[in-house]
């Protein structure tokens, strides 16, 4: 059973990935080149980016 997301649900979906994106790309800034963490963050990095084309594009 689906249901569409009302306009208020995506636009708190969409604000809460751009602040999730922005915390990741700051911590993946930080992170020494080194640590197997970097690899971690921008994946999910990505994954939040992916999140928000599909709430923009919806």
């Keep these: 059973m689906t249901r569409e997301l009302t306009e208020l649900e995506r636009e708190t979906l969409r604000k809460l990935?751009?602040?999730?994106?922005?915390?990741?790309?700051e911590a993946y800034l930080r992170i020494p080149d080194t640590d197997n963490g970097k690899a971690y963050l921008f994946?999910?990095?990505?994954?939040v980016r992916l999140m928000l084309d599909i709430l923009?594009?919806?």
């Design 56 to 58: 923009k594009e919806g």
């Design 17 to 25: 990935a751009e602040k999730a994106l922005k915390e990741l790309e």
């Design 43 to 47: 994946r999910g990095k990505e994954r």
